[in-house]
């Protein structure tokens, strides 16, 4: 699924429906890069509203259970793993 966008055409990098319920459905996107309300244009151009929109991961790193705005240290695996990523 992709959708244009200034400097080129955003992509989703995997899409799958993740449940559904009566008039209500969940799909899981995953974006290698994204930029402001890429996933709302995406989902609206293919007729899927989006109410909510909640990021679970940044990369290697699982945000579990943080608020909007909270934040927390890194363990010393996940540094690893960022600096890993970023080295090649």
Known sequence: MGVGREGGSGRAASVRIAGTTTGRGAVRLVMTEGRKREVRRMLAEV????????RV???????GTLSPGELRELTHEEVLALRRAVEG
């Open 47 to 54: 007729g899927l509203p989006v109410r909510r929109l909640v």
């Open 57 to 63: 991961r940044v990369g290697s790193i699982r945000l």
